[in-house]
């Protein structure tokens, strides 16, 4: 586990589920973004999480999707995939499934809607980690979940199960991450699911970060760590403003309205998502087309 863990450093682009006009998952695209984003230098690969619209995938085509996306890999970098839910055991079966199939680490959201309280939260993440073997990375998203996986829970389970090596925090409240290091340890594998907080996170030792940007900007999102790794500070506070007005527009409407509408207007995708989420207003599409072409990629 631990050349595993080693691995699991820096951009980590989670990629949209492209879906053909039928609404099926496009096997074919899918292949073609994870060879893109190899090709554009992104440190790791993941699917099944947030931006790839999980909720909307029954239990088969997500296990279908891991599958797909450990494969098309190749090794070459290591895959993140979603196996969280509401339900604690159909979490328990992707994240087996995740270890059969050789993913490099299972991203696990805390549960959804549901509002469990810490004691609840403890005991969901540590069955499932007691379960595997595989690297698990905790997805601490309170803008979705409506709850916050609190730091001494965490800790707890830090100390307790070894495979809980770090978390994505998609958590506006700055005081918190910096505690998650302080009390996990700064060996724990701390990544950003904020956008404009990607680079503030390697500030303080982040081991990355898992940002939808990537989707779009994968070359300069990658770079942008590999500034960081190498010392090159002010070219990266350049790289990380430069981006500001893309993780923006990026989240002008739901994620992952925008970035699924960006891909299409890109060639990469069709713009197709599956019910109740839909693509952005024709207004934010002619306003993000207007950023794009900022950009020079659209």
Not at 94 to 104: I, S
Not at 157 to 171: F, S, Y
Not at 186 to 209: H, K, N, Q, T, V
Not at 265 to 274: E, T
């Amino acid at each position: 586990m631990a050349a595993n863990v080693e691995r699991l450093r820096g951009s980590i682009v989670p990629l949209v589920t492209p879906f053909d006009e039928q609404g099926n998952i496009d096997e074919p695209t899918l292949r073609d973004l994870i060879e893109w984003q190899i090709e554009s230098g992104s440190h790791g690969i993941s699917v099944s999480g947030t931006t790839g619209e999980p909720g909307s995938l029954s239990v088969e085509e997500r296990e279908y999707l891991i599958e797909v996306a450990v494969k098309a890999a190749r090794g070459r970098v290591p895959v993140v995939v979603g196996t969280g839910s509401t339900n604690h055991q159909e979490t328990l079966r992707l994240t087996r499934f995740a270890e059969k199939v050789g993913a490099d680490a299972a991203l696990i959201i805390v549960p959804y809607y549901m509002r469990p309280n810490q004691a609840g939260l403890y005991r969901h993440f540590r069955a499932v980690a007691e379960a595997v073997s595989i690297p698990i990375i905790i997805y601490n998203i309170p803008g979705r979940t409506a709850v916050n996986l609190s730091v001494s829970t965490m800790a707890r389970l830090r100390r307790e199960c070894p495979n809980i090596i770090g978390v994505k925090e998609a958590n506006k409240d700055f005081e918190h991450v910096n505690l998650v290091l302080r009390r996990c340890g700064r060996d724990f594998l701390l990544y950003s699911g904020i956008e404009m907080l990607c680079f503030p996170m390697l500030a303080i030792g982040g081991a990355g970060y898992i940002s939808a940007t990537a989707n779009v900007l994968p070359r300069e999102c990658a770079e942008l760590y590999n500034l960081v790794a190498r010392g090159e500070w002010k070219k990266a506070q350049d790289l990380h403003f430069y981006l500001l007005d893309l993780n923006e527009a990026l989240f002008w409407e739901t994620n992952p309205g925008p970035v699924k509408a960006a891909l299409a207007m890109m060639g990469k995708i069709k713009p197709v998502m599956r019910l109740p989420m839909a693509l952005p207003s024709e207004e934010t599409q002619q306003r993000l087309r207007g950023v794009l072409k900022q950009y020079g990629i659209a």
